[in-house]
């Protein structure tokens, strides 16, 4: 009896001790995030497959429709419902198309390491979140039945359905530390009645309920998001040193901040290049000391004032990390 209540003691304890390897800032605290372009991987087309069927005959079809926007629509919708979450500090669109115009990047929708890595360094971006469309389009179903020789109904059945492939990227290392697929579908009816051949069937609107799916496949995917951003550890860095012993440090209370955090402060050394590929490894990093928040610097809480309360050193771009 005492084993087994230990064991359930034990038990209820799990989601705490997995919740002990973190500190307690670092569950609080907003990563920031950059949402870059998904790819289209329909061929620029939204397929929408037709089936009708009555009593008498049956008929099938199919017809494309170009999608040149969808990429855009879901750019903009995933980055109002992860702003919507409260759960990231979301790197505005014009900030990114400005970084690689001028770090000569190529495409805004280009993610490799290198870009990664400028991102990283220059907006504080931890996290890119990309992938591809694979599928977009409706399907129709028509059915028609006869009552006697004059009358009938008929009913239209559109189910709309969309696909994603979903890559989160560790900015600092260019590493993907999660891909996965998400989707989401919407379901409509429409019904007509003829007499005598005349009548019409209550029109469906294919836009509204592609845009139903696509909230869904979103939602999906901020909830994936969410899982692969605990897999990044919470950085930020310092801006100023001052002769005092004062700091100033970015981010501040937007990314969740407050007076009283402390933080250890590791200084960045040597970039370590794989001699294989010549890709970046990351950068051998140390422990130089620690800082206490002591309050808010200047307005919309993107830094913060602090005592460096250990640690010699200490110069601007070193990195902070919950202690």
Known sequence: ???????????????????????????????RLAVVNFTDGTEGQVKAAAVHTSDRNYRASQQTVATSNYSHTLVTMLSTELVKSGAFILVERQQL?????????????????????????????????????????????????????????????????????????????GEIVMAESASGSAVAEAKGVKVMGIGNTEAVNDNTLLDSALRKAVVNCVDLIKTASQKVLWQGSVVKVNADGTAVIKPGSDSGIKPGMVFKIMSKGEELKDPDTGLSLGFQVKEAGALVITGEFGTGGKAATAKITNGKGIKTGDILQPK
């Open 1 to 31: 009896m005492k084993r087994f209540i230990l064991y359930l003691v034990q038990w209820a304890m799990l989601p705490l001790m997995s919740l002990s390897a973190y500190s307690q800032e670092s569950l609080i605290l907003k990563k």
């Open 97 to 173: 198309d400005e970084v690689f115009k001028e770090q000569d990047l190529g495409a805004s929708g280009a993610t490799t390491r290198e870009s990664a890595a400028k991102l990283n360094q220059i907006l504080g971006v931890q996290l890119l979140v990309t992938g591809s469309i694979t599928e977009w389009g409706n399907k129709l179903e028509n059915s028609q039945n006869s009552v006697r020789r004059y009358f009938g109904s008929s009913k239209t059945k559109s189910t709309a359905r969309i696909a994603l492939d979903l890559r989160i990227i560790d900015a600092s290392t």
